[in-house]
């Protein structure tokens, strides 16, 4: 019940916006989300934006996880 | 390299380790479906012993909330909304399902503000929203009693039965015969209240843990994380979550929680109570509150038979059950954990292949 998804905002209209989830368009309530803008991807959970996504960090386990196993033999 | 290639040397790297029934709890439905889907647990079974946790809200919903919402059924002009995942969960006597055949009104929506909407089409009717969920959902419930209230939509209300995380997790962990060796955390609980929520299962009874998110290098790298700690003395938290997990979480999604709702204990099925674990309607928005609104108290009692109540605390697998895959299906579940999608039994069930999992 917990399930969240994510989806891009493409248009803003006060607490709603148009977002493309998985290219279906479905109107999202945002009031949730501080500051948001076209384009921003969000997390949606029973039609709220919940958070904000940072993709800055789309690679962050990747960046992590490859050092490591790189530097280390057996655990 | 690239993300494929990353997590087969993650997976070789835990297979390769010198392990035996490691005890990871997974505490989300929705981690414990995509661990399932993804074919996790049988993967590292039985190095590490994946077990599923309390946090399927639908299965440790009590049968004496089911039967309230019943008893508001049978008032005149009423329509109960409810996501969809509760219509089959049982009461002490009927489910919703049941009710609605018989002509009962009930809408399944997809959100709460569905419900809000519900009510400004049908002024003659009071509508009544089944509350169920843990903090992932209360927020945006509370932003749905708040708009009832600034439009002056007093014919909406909410039957609360939502939960918090924090007690249960405790009650787990203070079990002296608990076996659980590191702790994945509900990824999306932690979207609303940060990462920092979840690092007392750290500080306060050294068991790592981690927050993560629901693909394959989420979950794997998760189980890494934790297994890595096994010789340390001094275990660790992480944050794995970063593209939608911050340490304070949803700032404002928490101030909603705190203006709405007030914690209370709360009846876990086939758990009992927990106190604070419930999150109830406040005295500034009673008005929403169905309970006051119907003059209704939640009378708890179990006749469940199975041992659902234990597979939800970590202490029993589905195929313990005597009646798992054979009474107790998805078509016809006996127990809780057999209703929704993000049940434990639901999901060993859809899954399973042969023998434990």
Known sequence: ?75 | MSKEDLIIRLVNKIKSCKLQDFSIMEVCGTHTQSISKLGIRELFYPKINLISGPGCPVCVTSEGYIDVAIEILNRKNVIITTFGDLMKVKGSKENLIEEREKGKKINIVYSPLDAVKIAEENKDSQVVFLAVGFETTAPLIGLAIKKAKENNINNFSVLSNLKVMKPVLHKILKDENHKIQGIICPGHVAVIKGAEYFSFITEEYNIPAVVTGFESLDIISAIYFLIKQKNVNKKQFKNLYKTCVTSKGNLFANEIMKEVFLNNHCTWRGIGEIPNSGLYVNNKYQDFDALKKFNLTIKEESNDCCVCGEIILGKKFPDNCKFFGRECTPEAPVGPCMVSSEGTCSIYYKYRKVGKF
Not at chain 1, 12 to 37: F, T
């Open chain 1, 1 to 75: 019940m917990c399930l969240a998804i994510p989806g891009r905002i493409k248009f803003i209209d006060g607490n709603l916006a148009d977002v493309d989830i998985m290219g279906v368009e479905k109107k999202v309530d945002i009031q949730l989300i501080e500051n948001p803008k076209v384009e921003d991807y969000i997390l949606i959970h029973a039609g709220f934006g919940i958070q904000k996504i940072d993709v800055d960090y789309f690679s962050y386990l990747q960046n992590i996880f490859q050092k490591e196993i790189d530097n280390e033999e057996n655990i």
